[in-house]
Every structure is written in structure tokens, then in C-alpha cells.
């Protein structure tokens, strides 16, 4: 059974930070790419930004420069660090990770981030 649990979200005003945190719990022998999904009302889920088990980031244009993913393998924890933030980046965030080989994907149960004055 593994279970990933995110935290940090919340609401902050235009232009602030937010750091979220992931991490992945359970019988885990290995962990690949692990990721940060956003999903906001009406609309569909949508890539944040995703890192290698070796450090390797790939974002989604629009969160270039703003968004900084990283990750502790020691901790099994992903984090994304939201800096500049807007109000269109209101969304439900979710991370997910392959673990195992084959691997298997599996899905946080997400935390809400609003952006709002």
C-alpha cells in the first residue's frame, strides 16, 4: 500500500509564496518521476512540472520562472515552490509518483491553493 500526501496549500494574496509538499509513504522500493498536476473549476488537469529521480525538472511553460519543483529521495517527498503567484493559479494540486518496476503511478489526494486578494 503506498499513499502520497500533500500539504502546504492555502490561500494567499496576488504576488505572494506558497511551498508545497508531497510525500510518498508505504511499501516503496523505488521511486522515478514524481510531478505536480493542477486542476482548476471547469477545466481539465494540467501539468505542472515534473522531476527525475536524478534531479532532471520539466515544467509547463506558463510556470517557467515562477515555480521551482525539487525533490528529497532520502524523504520521498516532492516539493514545488510557487512564488509570484496569480490569481489564475486557483487549482487543486495534486503530485503523483512511479514507484516500483514495473512502475505503477499513483495520485495524491491533492490540496487546495487559492490566490485571491
Known amino acids: 500500500q503506498v499513499q502520497l500526501v500533500e500539504s502546504g496549500g492555502g490561500l494567499v494574496q496576488p504576488g505572494g509564496s506558497l511551498r508545497l509538499s508531497c510525500a510518498a509513504s508505504?511499501?516503496?522500493?523505488?521511486?522515478?518521476?514524481m510531478g505536480w498536476y493542477r486542476q482548476a473549476p471547469g477545466k481539465q488537469r494540467e501539468l505542472v512540472a515534473t522531476?527525475?529521480?536524478?534531479?532532471?525538472?520539466n515544467y509547463a511553460d506558463s510556470m517557467k520562472g515562477r515555480f521551482t519543483i525539487s525533490r528529497n529521495n532520502a524523504k520521498n517527498t516532492v516539493y514545488l515552490q510557487m512564488n509570484s503567484l496569480k490569481p489564475e493559479d486557483t487549482a487543486v494540486y495534486y503530485c503523483?509518483?512511479?514507484?516500483?518496476?514495473?512502475?505503477?503511478?499513483?495520485w495524491g489526494q491533492g490540496t487546495q491553493v487559492t490566490v485571491s486578494s
Open positions: 503523483n509518483a512511479w514507484i516500483g518496476a514495473p512502475g505503477r503511478l499513483y
Open positions: 508505504g511499501s516503496i522500493s523505488s521511486i522515478n518521476t
Open positions: 522531476v527525475t529521480s536524478g534531479g532532471s525538472a
